[in-house]
């Protein structure tokens, strides 16, 4: 109750810790006897208790057990703000994620929409560019950018010589 909003009551504050699975006696407990998960969601559940139209996190489903990841997802899909999520993790990003920001080699990109969608907009360009005809590539007209042509000596009687090598070689 210290850390949370005057505005709560302790109502309040025991259906946040439910819905982060602590239940009964769970609310009593010290934080120093928490395990991992526990702390975790308990993080969680802190971070929603302040009011913000912004959260960030940075891969939130590192080491919660399945339960806690479902309790997460339900938080994120309860909170009514923005949520900027930064993860490796597909599942979270199928059932959360509304926008997907890439970045690959420099360049980001938008895509409306969870991250299945987002992959299979994905396919559909690289199948495209695939098949979509490769224009030549045309050397430039400029003599600094010719490639050498190498000199053919011939004998005598005409027949060809080795050609010359470049110096450079």
Same mark, same amino acid.
Do not use: C, W
């Given at each position: 109750?210290?850390?949370a909003?005057?505005?709560?009551t302790?109502?309040d504050?025991? %259906?946040l ?5 602590f239940?009964?006696?769970?609310? &009593? %407990?010290? +934080?120093?006897?928490? #395990?991992?998960g526990? %702390?975790?969601?308990?993080?969680l ?14 891969e ?7 339960p ?6 339900a938080? &994120?899909l309860?909170?009514g703000g923005?949520v900027l999520?930064?993860?490796h993790? /597909?599942?979270?990003?199928d ?10 080699r420099?360049?980001?990109t938008? #895509?409306?929409?969870n991250?299945?969608?987002?992959r299979e ?5 690289t /199948?495209t560019?695939i098949?979509?005809? +490769? ?7 400029d ?7 190498? /000199? ?5 009687d005409g027949?060809r010589? /080795? ?5 450079r070689?």
């Amino acid at each position: 109750q210290s850390v949370a909003p005057v505005t709560m009551t302790t109502t309040d504050l025991r %259906k946040l810790l439910g819905r982060f699975r602590f239940t009964a006696d769970d609310v &009593l %407990k010290q +934080v120093s006897v928490l #395990s991992g998960g526990e %702390k975790g969601r308990l993080a969680l559940a802190r971070l929603l208790m302040t009011p913000a139209n912004l959260l960030v996190l940075d891969e939130p489903t590192n080491h919660l057990d399945i339960p806690g990841r479902e309790v997460l997802e339900a938080a &994120l899909l309860a909170f009514g703000g923005t949520v900027l999520i930064a993860s490796h993790d /597909r599942f979270l990003l199928d059932r959360v994620a509304t926008r997907i920001v890439a970045i690959d080699r420099g360049r980001l990109t938008q #895509s409306v929409g969870n991250y299945t969608a987002y992959r299979e907009r994905l396919a559909a360009a690289t /199948r495209t560019a695939i098949a979509a005809p +490769v224009a030549p590539i045309v050397p430039p007209d400029d003599e600094d950018f010719a490639a050498p042509t190498p /000199r053919v000596e011939s004998s005598a009687d005409g027949r060809r010589l /080795r050609p010359e090598r470049d110096e450079r070689q």
